[in-house]
Structure formats: C-alpha cells, structure tokens
C-alpha cells in the first residue's frame, strides 16, 4: 500500500517561515507533488520535485529526498492569505497519484 | 476561462437514488480523473482515463461507473446513492505523466454531494 504521512495542523505567525514536512513509502516513485487548498475551494498546485533538492518559487520551496523518503514545503513571509490546508502527494508510476492526509495551516497575525 | 469545470457544485440526493455528476476540460489533456474528498479531507483517486480508456480503478465500489465520451470530458455516474457517498467529488485532469512537470494535475472547483 502508499502511506503518505503529514502533521495534521500548524499554527504560525505572520511573516514568519513555516515548515511542512511529509515522509512517505510507496511502491514506486515518479515525482512529489504539493497542493495547496483553501476551505471549499479546490486544490491548486503549487511545486513539484523529482530529483533530489531544493526548488525554489518565489516565497514557496520544496525538498525533496528520495533516499530518505522525505520531502517539505517551506513558506516564507507568511501572510494571513497562506491560510489553507497544504497536500503532499506522490506519484507511483504513469499516473496514480497518491495524497497525505493534508496540513492544515493557520495563520495568525 | 474555466479550465476544468464540474456540474454541479451542490447536489443533494436521497438515498437509492441515481445520479450523475459531469466533468469538461479545455486543457487539451489526454487524461482525467475523478477524486473522493471525505469530511476528514482525505483526497482520494477513484479513476483515471487515457484517451477515453480507463487506466486506473481504485477499490470503488460499481455502484460508481464513469463515463469518457470524448478526451475533454469525464463524467461519473452513481447508482443505488447511499448515506457514505457524501462527500465532495473533484475531477481533474493532466497529461500523461512522463515524469515532467507539465503533467501536473489541474482541478475542477468540486461537486458536494450531500445523501440524506
């Protein structure tokens, strides 16, 4: 089976930098993927790794470690918009794309 | 424009009844998928379609029966509707995947179905 870990919830403070962070086992692997989705709204991409390090979009980074099975979406300069739930997903082979759980993010002022 | 748009964004059903939900991009992807998202937010793939042929099928039971006309649509068909299907159903859909980021999946705004 996939199994997609991530904490459940944060909590961080305007303009700070926040780190989520996902492990997972899966069969296969075919790049990570998060998403970030507010309340009633759909998820919209946000950044996506396949080889191993950082890359960077603007205030939004994402790690990745293939070895280790391990990656993180790091927010700088969080603004009150950041609020949302955040979703680590894997992909197995062509297509399948699996999900965590999500993080659901607060911001407060 | 509406990349990839569902109807309808609330449907609210008894049980045993039948309905459908519909899905289009304009995208000019190659694949779609439908998703089950619980009341815990559990994102989850139910199928996937390559050029009007299913390619994925997860544990769904066949009640759920979805239907490719065409590339840009995916439509997804209920049966028999019971108390555990409320949830909200998202589709999507991508390229197919060739490990490059241009495959990313784009989604549709959602359909809540409620079953009473």
């Known amino acids: 089976g996939q199994n997609i870990d991530q904490p459940t919830e944060m909590t961080a403070t305007e303009g700070a930098i926040v780190q989520i962070n996902c492990t997972y086992q899966t069969s296969g692997f075919n790049g990570l993927f998060w998403y970030q989705q507010h309340a009633g709204e759909a998820p919209t991409f946000l950044s996506y790794n396949v080889l191993d390090g950082l890359e960077e979009k603007g205030r939004f980074s994402s790690f990745l470690s293939r070895s280790k099975g391990y990656s993180y979406l790091l927010l700088k300069e969080l603004q009150m918009k950041d609020s949302a739930s955040y979703l680590c997903?894997?992909?197995?082979?062509?297509?399948?794309?699996?999900f965590g759980t999500g993080t659901r993010l607060t911001v407060i002022p | 424009d509406t990349a990839v748009s569902q109807t309808p964004k609330y449907l609210v059903t008894q049980m045993g009844n039948d309905k459908s939900i519909k899905c289009e991009q304009n995208?000019?992807?190659?694949?779609m998928y439908w998703y089950k998202q619980d009341s815990k937010k559990f994102l989850k793939i139910m199928f996937s379609y390559n050029n009007k042929e299913l390619i994925i099928n997860e544990t769904v039971p066949n009640r759920f029966s979805p239907k490719s006309p065409d590339k840009a649509h995916l439509n997804l068909h209920i049966n028999s509707l019971e108390l555990g299907d409320s949830a909200v159903y998202f589709c999507a859909s991508s390229h197919l995947a060739g490990g490059r980021s241009t495959d990313t999946q784009y989604f549709g705004p959602g359909t809540r179905l409620t079953v009473l």
């Open positions: 997903a894997v992909r197995t082979g062509a297509n399948n794309l699996f």
């Open positions: 995208l000019g992807h190659d694949t």
